[in-house]
């Protein structure tokens, strides 16, 4: 069965300070990988997907950006965080185009204060 | 763009009563799928039922079904026999290709 795993759980990280959050995907090949924030009480917000090794498409233009340097690893970064990069990140994985629901990690929590 | 609309933040239910959460969307394309997710206090997505865009009959999950409306660009989750497992909040959703666009979320009450 697949699985999909994020770390760390929670961040308390200083304005200014950089970020590294991880997703990995299991027991699947060539996921499709996606970064969601979901802002305290709201609904989700996309923010990178991709369909393959090296390949990044990002939706909203903002401080943080995506890799994938491996092709079930998914990593969102900043080099910068700032006090809106506060708020809850969910990794997400689609099987392929024949599948179009997507699978949620448990997500970390991150503060910036 | 595409967008999803919930209009009920906050809604309760009686257990073992029924209940229904709205949807609408605006889009352009005729090719879409549409779901319905629970997020329970652990903050964990879960899926509950989905919908292709090209199927009129209305998704079924247990005590979980929809009414889809395309032309009204409706998608209601029906919520039969609720349960106090079912208290979290509700999220609409819909994709096309790789564009999923969530709603505001309806955050559910299931009360003894």
């Known amino acids: 069965s697949q699985t999909i795993h994020q770390w760390p759980a929670t961040l308390v990280q200083p304005v200014g300070s950089p970020l590294s959050l991880e997703c990995t995907v299991e027991?699947?090949?060539?996921?499709?990988l996606y970064w969601y924030r979901q802002a305290a009480g709201r609904g989700l917000q996309l923010l990178f997907y991709?369909?393959?090794?090296?390949?990044i498409s990002s939706e909203v233009p903002q401080n943080l950006s995506a890799s994938r340097p491996q092709d079930r690893q998914f990593i969102l970064s900043s080099k910068k965080l700032l006090l809106s990069d506060s708020g809850f990140y969910l990794c997400a994985w689609r099987r392929d185009r024949s599948y179009n629901e997507q699978f949620f990690g448990p997500g970390t929590r991150l503060t910036v204060l | 763009a595409q967008t999803v609309t919930q209009s009920q933040p906050e809604m309760s239910v009686q257990e073992a009563e029924t209940v229904t959460l709205s949807c609408t969307y605006d889009?352009?394309?005729?090719?879409?799928?549409l779901f319905w997710y629970k997020q329970p206090p652990s903050r964990q997505m879960i899926l509950v039922i989905r919908q292709e865009a090209y199927k009129q009959q209305n998704a079924t999950e247990n005590r979980f079904s929809v009414n889809f409306q395309k032309a009204a660009k409706s998608f209601s989750l029906k919520i039969s026999d609720s349960q106090l497992g079912d208290t979290a909040m509700y999220f609409c959703a819909f994709m096309n290709n790789n564009d999923m666009r969530f709603g505001a979320g309806t955050r559910l009450t299931v009360k003894p």
């Open positions: 991709s369909v393959g090794i090296g390949q």
């Open positions: 027991g699947t090949s060539n996921p499709n």
């Open positions: 889009t352009s394309e005729n090719n879409y799928y």
